[in-house]
């Protein structure tokens, strides 16, 4: 009987989940889930007392209380650029589309009715100046954040022939090297802010990035650029975002995320939280999503994890059981460890460990099974969050 449960609770992909396989099940009953898959509905840990893991199907993880995920020993994935092409075209389209004019546009058309032959002709000609537009080439695009979804908007302003400046402070060394190289690097955000007609923000939402666009922010754009929000509704302030409004300073505000003060505002322009809503980004989130939760709960390998180091190890050959030490880093866990499973005549095949400087990710394989005896006296280590024991010979379930 299969014994994997998987709780989804949003809908996705259905060609995605199908790649769960035969080891696994979708669970309705959200206390009996070892794994989650969600998109943007908030999570209650809570209602998950046997979860091991989450995924989520997109990149922004806002919506999962991280620090209490961590301190239960859950591992939390994304995945990121699986829906970087269906943001990055939405941006591009929302501003080409307020560039022309196009609402204004389609409002003056929807009118005409009643018109017909030489006077609609007529009509037309004598009105289309109402709505003439700008181009994008030769104007410059400023990018902040250089993520995978930055990256892109970078590449693709390049490709409408835009002078394209982008800035991150924390930038990820295998991101940028996918930047075109008539990309400019900016060493400072004010540098972008100052020389950009246009400004994209995609950056994630978190504590430091929350009210980034702040009237500091706005002030230090140029005067009459246009700014974009395809990241997330709370990293700009909507009410320093209406005073740059009004002042004329910011020319127009493009956002997915509309809000209560903006919206109906001649200057804004809203679509419905679209950025990742094609079928082709939700299918390749979905399946991401899926092969992240299945290796992790099979295998205990972490790939795209928020909280948790990144790990990959193959079984050892000859091992019986894979035992998975999640802890907090301190010095001396390894040892501990080995001790415990020495003291047990326990032979070690294969050890992987691994930190991101807050929590211990340890891959052990063994060549004896573990028992609950001594799982159980290894979670008694101080500092010892979780241990999972995964058997390798037999068809795979949770102890």
């Known amino acids: ?148 979804i ?45 020389q950009a007609d246009y400004v994209s923000l995609h950056v994630p939402l978190n504590k430091a990035t929350a009210g980034l666009v702040n009237a ?34 910011l020319a127009a505000y493009l956002s997915d995320f509309p809000t209560e003060k903006l919206l109906g505002h001649e200057k804004v322009l809203f679509t419905p939280h679209l950025g990742a809503s094609t079928s082709e980004s939700e299918e390749h989130c979905t399946a991401m999503a899926v092969q992240e939760l299945k290796n992790y709960l099979e295998y205990g390998t972490v790939t795209h994890s928020v909280n948790f180091p990144n790990v990959e190890s193959i079984p050892a050959t000859g091992s019986s059981t894979r035992l998975i030490m999640i802890n907090r880093d301190i010095p001396g866990m390894i040892g501990l460890v080995s001790n415990i499973l020495g003291k047990h005549g326990i032979n070690i095949m294969s050890y992987t460990n691994k930190s991101n400087g807050a929590v211990g990710y340890n891959i052990i394989d063994t060549e004896n099974p573990v028992s609950l005896e001594v799982r159980r006296e290894i979670e008694a280590v101080g500092g010892v969050i979780r241990v999972r024991i995964i058997p390798l010979k037999n068809e795979f379930g949770l102890p």
């Open 150 to 194: 930055g990256v892109r908007a970078a590449n693709m302003g390049i490709h409408h022939n835009m002078r394209v400046i982008g800035y991150d402070p924390y930038p990820v060394l295998d991101n940028i090297h996918r930047l075109l190289p008539d990309v400019r690097l900016a060493q400072a955000r004010q540098e972008v802010l100052a």
């Open 1 to 148: 009987m299969n014994r994997c449960a998987i709780h989804v609770m949003n809908a996705v992909s259905a060609e995605g989940l199908a790649l769960f396989g035969s080891n696994f099940r979708l669970e309705e009953n959200r206390a009996a889930a070892h794994g989650l898959l969600v998109r943007s509905s908030p999570v209650n840990l809570a209602e998950f007392p046997e979860l091991e893991a989450i995924a989520r199907a997109g990149a922004g993880v806002n919506n999962i209380p991280l620090d209490e995920a961590t301190e239960k020993g859950i591992c939390v994935f994304n995945t990121p650029g699986a829906n970087a092409n269906a943001v990055v075209e939405l941006v591009f389209t929302m501003l080409g589309i307020w560039l022309r004019h196009v609402p204004q546009g389609l409002a003056f058309c929807q009118g005409l009715t009643g018109f017909a032959g030489p006077q609609l002709n007529a009509e037309i000609e004598a009105r289309k100046k109402m709505f003439r537009g700008q181009e994008l080439a030769d104007k410059t695009l400023g990018i902040i954040g250089l993520g995978q």
């Open 216 to 249: 500091e922010f706005l002030a230090g754009m140029k005067k009459g650029a246009v700014l974009l929000n395809y990241a997330r509704g709370p990293i700009a302030d909507d009410e320093a975002v209406l005073k740059a409004l009004e002042s004329g300073h």
